[in-house]
């Protein structure tokens, strides 16, 4: 691999294999790049239309090393990585985007709040701690703002590594539990107006495109749905801009971020951030010029950011996860004015399968169309 980060890169190397490599994989081509992908296993969803592929761990240093003699720069598709071991690979030479530096505010909940609270950045009020007889901990819980939310500080995703204790015993009990793999971030659980997100593209010379900001909407600590427009007045859209910005400026991502924020009687509180493609930007593949798999190529290769403008006035998309019987993904497809993505997955009850967009100049439509096709598609949720 070349240690040059000036470049314009043609061959890239994707850690991970799952859907959103899958989505990568079929916007390379029109940049004219290859990728090569390290999966897990051989039915790994980008497996299907990548044809490079490195077998392993994403956690293997021995692996991503085999990965990146056949490419030029890595990229991810998660963030369930081993720091140190990809601290060790830029210290070889290898050209990692987004940094090892960067990924740590998205692999590691602990560091992430503290790092933006330091930086004056909105965060909910939280407490790091290792067990549950933590010296802060019985006034931190006496504050007021009632019950307090459980994160692990590493490995959770789509509401794994969170939970909701219905009183302190049980709390306690469950910090306790999280703590026999690391940290634990305490935070208060807050009343919500809403959920948004934003996506940020930045390139390697700091130079940053923003998506609009869409509204989520959350079922069984999972996305259910996303909107475009996100229904924020002038004001909050603003602030979520400069927000975002000022969270870029801190990450120095190079890639694809999506930011979720907490919609409160506060303003915007951070939420979450991760440093690749998100499925709340899923609707960009049909809704806005540049898909954020496209952009986030773009970047990470050291191409021009494409333009963000949206193709239409509205956008929906629904997440078709795996109910107690499978659908039909002729059915899905049927459904007219709507776009079905299918992540080559076999069916299973609770597992994300893939996603519906529809696109519009009103509110509605989309909406009840792409509630449709996802119901016929197979998906357990419902509308939310």
Known sequence: MISDPSRTFTRVGVVGAGQLALMMGESASDLGLTLSVLANSPEDSATTSIEDVVLGKATDVDALR???????????????VDLEALEALESEGVILRPS???LRFAVDKAFQRRAFSDAGLPVPRFLVVRSSSDDALAGFLDEPGGTCVVK????????????????????????????????????????????VAQLVARDGDGEMALYP??????????CAEVRYPGGLDETTLREAQELSERIADLVQN?????????VTDRGLLINEVALRPHNSGHWTIEGAATSQFAQHLRAVSGLPLGDVTPTRDYAVMVNVVGAERPGSLDAARGVDGVFVHDYAKSWRPGRKLGHVTALGDEPDTPRVRAWQSAHAYGTRTQEA
């Open 100 to 102: 090892a530096r960067s």
């Open 213 to 222: 900001v869409v509204a989520t909407l959350q079922r069984d600590g999972m």
């Open 152 to 195: 692990a500080a590493r490995g959770g995703y789509d509401g794994r590594g969170v939970a909701f204790a219905a009183n302190r015993s049980e709390l306690l009990a469950l910090i306790d539990e999280f703590a026999s793999s690391g940290e634990v971030v305490v935070e208060e659980r807050l009343d919500l107006l809403g959920e």
């Open 66 to 80: 085999r990965l990146a003699e056949r490419v030029e720069v890595i990229t991810f598709d998660h963030e369930l």
């Open 254 to 262: 190079v890639g694809v971020m999506a930011i979720e924020y907490f």
